[in-house]
């Protein structure tokens, strides 16, 4: 079990920016923070062992530490105002699709205040069925309609009070009336208790409760224009309220929420005359069909009143918004690196780190980039714990580790892009502004390939700092997180670039510059695998949360539904890259072709290789067989590998220099490569599931080398860093910092 966890404000860094860093433990310890700089972030002994350097900071101190508590759960908070206020007999009504009716109470539409007990709260009840509260002097009324909602269905829901009666009616009714199945009704009541007025917020998917945020009743489902009018309407009315305000009404109406309005901000607009706009917390999903979505079209830009729901989950969570414990400045003189304030207390170990990029005109020739977004997609993975079926994927015992087992316990921590929301739609968000606890140096994930590594993205990324310091290479790091907001102009220094392990998520913004750094001259080492295989979109607004939308094809841990294939933070249609029209493989020559997570493989020499224009990358070479060793999965081949291929994309002018063979029957080939299901898809069989090493020159002196393959990093630093893997990265190195052109001497 973890005792501390952290996070910091901001991923990157130049010399100047402060950083502060979120720390909760567990128990009231106090706590030691240490700057250090990572270099190795793998502790297994049979590789170099893990590396940081201890660092004399103003921030070196000891530290009371006190849990901190992330809220989970999203919500709409409409701030009390005097319309909402003075409301005594009202109507409310909605469209709900609710995906776990039986979940227990889950609140709709509440303006409800838990000391005085006083309010309205249009709740799902424990039966599953629409049911409002009435709350006034001290007591509390439910009228149930008593007829429970089906999973996944669209309801229009909603509740009437009339006070000078005292009456209340509530309906609940099925847009699609199934024979035999009784999920509809409408309920009139009159009650003994007059609702009583209060300042509370009027809040969609929550109400108040004893949870730490003071909200509970976390509602898991969609919700489609809501509207709460200042009178108790007849139910002719209420039907006439769907679309436009019919003008007899146009008066009545006090808020008149329409989800399809700017649905890039966290903002719920009112269209209503009183303009009581609401704030969106914790990011539910946006740009989600509402109601009346015809299926007719799929691109809700052209016509966004059909995406007019938001789908709500009681585990959604961005920002932490934890109180900071310190902060830290970063010095002018200090050097390009993996930078972390490492705190220790209470027997546990957190590194919360950040980068640290060179100051201006200070750049080094090589930046190695790091990928934040796919660091970002895996972050919280609960792939061991609730993957299911992880030992199946692996082919090897999933070893449950201590920072799963924690992530197990606090639910609210939020998952990855892999994981399913409690009502099992996917995760199509992810935030930094919260620990993410797998990315960390020395902790093993479960795709991390057999043997004592069992790395994945940020620590396995440390074979490459750790290789580029054992060969005194002079580098700088940068991340796609500054990339994307900044553009090319932080790659124009560079002479060469070298990816992550597994660069798999991009935003448009990410593609372009880097392409712009290929196309003007820049010389790229993709060392990586499964690269540039998703779109993704950052928030224009907000930062450190990027979005993502598993759409029609590809290796998905959950599907888009039908409707849902466009991006709610940038309008553009998500998904593949290669189904986008930009394959990875015209970008870097290779694009992911299968993965497996047992054993790695190793490569084999073509033609190619021996090729005087390729003599570069295999110079003091003499093996066939390049990389049957390594710490990941125990060859420089594996985990998830690219393949090259004309008909794909790869450039014409593409060496391909060496090609994967000999993997399990576990390296399955992606969807997306074949059409029909049939036998031999498996690596043992199938020619395309390989990795395949490709170098080809660009215009203006640039130049591409692919391995296309997780795995090869691991590989650095066999035998003291003295291997062909090793071997093959310097020579291309070395070539690539020499700036003259590639000619076939
Ligand atoms: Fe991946």
Not at 40 to 60: A, F, H, R, T, V
Not at 104 to 125: H, M, P, R
Not at 718 to 728: L, T
Request: proline share 5%; glycine share 12%; aromatic share 12%.
């Amino acid at each position: 079990m973890l005792t501390i966890t952290g996070y910091p404000d901001r991923i990157y860094a130049r010399p100047g920016d402060t950083i502060r860093f979120m720390v909760s433990c567990e128990s009231e310890i106090t706590y030691r923070a240490d700057l250090v700089r990572i270099i190795c972030g793998d502790d297994n002994p049979d590789g170099p062992g893990y590396k940081e350097e201890e660092l004399q900071s103003d921030i070196n101190a000891d530290y009371q530490g006190r849990k901190q508590h992330i809220h989970a759960g999203s919500y709409v908070s409409v701030s009390d105002a005097r319309p909402l206020r003075a409301l005594d007999s009202f109507t409310v009504q909605a469209f709900i699709w609710p995906t776990t009716p039986l979940k227990g109470k889950q609140a709709l539409i509440s303006k409800w205040d838990a000391a005085s007990n006083s309010g309205f709260a249009l709740i799902i009840d424990e039966t599953g069925s629409l049911a409002i509260d009435i709350g006034g002097n001290g007591a509390i009324e439910r009228v149930s309609v008593g007829a429970p909602l089906q999973l996944k269905r669209w309801y229009r829901v909603g509740a009437a009070y009339d006070a000078a009666s005292g009456t209340v009616r509530i309906f609940q009714i099925p847009m699609l009336a199934v024979p035999d199945i009784a999920d509809g009704g409408t309920k009139e009541q009159r009650l003994g208790v007059r609702m009583g007025s209060n300042r509370a917020a009027l809040l969609f998917a929550a109400m108040p409760g004893d949870k730490p945020s003071g909200l509970d009743f976390y509602y898991n489902g969609k919700i489609d224009g809501p509207v709460i009018t200042s009178r108790a309407l007849g139910e002719g009315d209420c039907e006439a309220l769907i679309g436009q305000t019919p003008q007899r009404l146009a008066f009545d109406i006090v808020g008149r929420w329409d989800f399809s309005k700017r649905m890039d901000s966290q903002i719920a607009c009112d269209l209503s005359v009183n303009r009581l706009d609401g704030k969106v917390v914790n990011f539910p999903t946006r740009a989600m069909t509402g109601w009346n979505w015809t299926g007719e079209i799929m691109n809700y830009n052209e016509d966004p009143s059909q995406w007019g729901a938001i789908h709500f989950h009681d585990d959604d969570v961005y920002d932490a918004g934890w109180e900071s414990d310190f902060a830290f400045t970063v010095p002018a003189e200090l050097k390009s690196g993996i930078y972390a304030a490492r705190l220790r207390g209470g027997g546990d170990e957190e590194h919360v780190w950040f980068t640290v990029g060179p100051a201006p005109d200070e750049e080094s020739e090589i930046a190695l980039l790091l990928p934040i977004a796919s660091y970002m997609a895996y972050g919280n993975d609960r792939l061991g714990m609730d993957g299911g079926g992880a030992e199946l994927l692996n082919d090897i015992l999933n070893v449950i580790n201590p920072h799963e087992i924690f992530l197990n316990d606090h639910v609210e921590y939020g998952g990855s892009l892999y994981d399913a929301h409690s009502d099992g739609s996917g995760i199509c968000y992810s935030s930094r502004l919260r620990p993410l606890v797998n990315m960390r140096p020395k902790r093993q994930g479960t795709l991390g390939g057999f043997g004592g590594s069992k790395l994945w993205q940020f620590a396995a990324d440390t074979h490459i700092t750790d290789w580029l310091e054992a060969k005194n290479f002079k580098y700088d790091v940068l991340t796609d997180d500054e990339l994307h907001d900044r553009g090319y102009q932080i790659l124009a220094p560079y002479k060469v670039l070298i990816t992550g392990t597994h660069p798999e998520y991009w935003s448009t913004e990410m593609w372009d510059a880097f392409d712009a750094f290929r196309q003007r001259g820049g010389r790229i080492m993709y060392l990586g695998g499964d690269g540039w295989y998703w779109r993704i979109a950052y928030h224009p607004e907000f930062p450190g949360i990027v979005e993502l939308r598993r759409t029609e094809s590809g290796v998905r841990a959950w599907p888009a539904a039908p409707g849902e294939y466009y991006q709610s933070f940038d309008r553009r249609q998500g998904g593949l890259w290669s189904r986008l029209g930009r394959a990875p493989h015209g970008l870097v020559g290779v694009g992911f072709a299968a993965q497996g997570f047992d054993i790695s493989s190793y490569y084999k020499r073509l033609p190619d290789s021996y090729k005087p224009e390729a003599q570069f990358v295999f110079e003091d070479v003499d093996d066939e067989k390049i990389g049957d060793f390594g710490l990941i999965g125990g060859g420089a081949a594996g985990l998830e590998v690219d393949r090259s291929g004309g008909e794909l994309g790869t450039p014409p002018n593409a060496l391909i220099l060496a090609k994967s063979e000999n993997h399990t029957n576990t390296y399955l080939m992606v969807p997306e490569e074949f059409l029909e299901t049939a036998p031999g898809l498996g690596a043992e069989e199938h020619v395309n599931a390989r990795a395949d090493m490709v170098f080809f020159t660009m215009p203006n002196n640039g130049a591409v080398f692919s391995v296309g393959s997780i795995s090869w990093a691991g590989s650095l630093s066999h035998n003291g860093y003295q291997n062909n893997v090793s071997q093959i990265t310097e020579n291309v190195l070395n070539r690539f910092l020499d700036s003259s052109p590639f000619t076939a001497d």
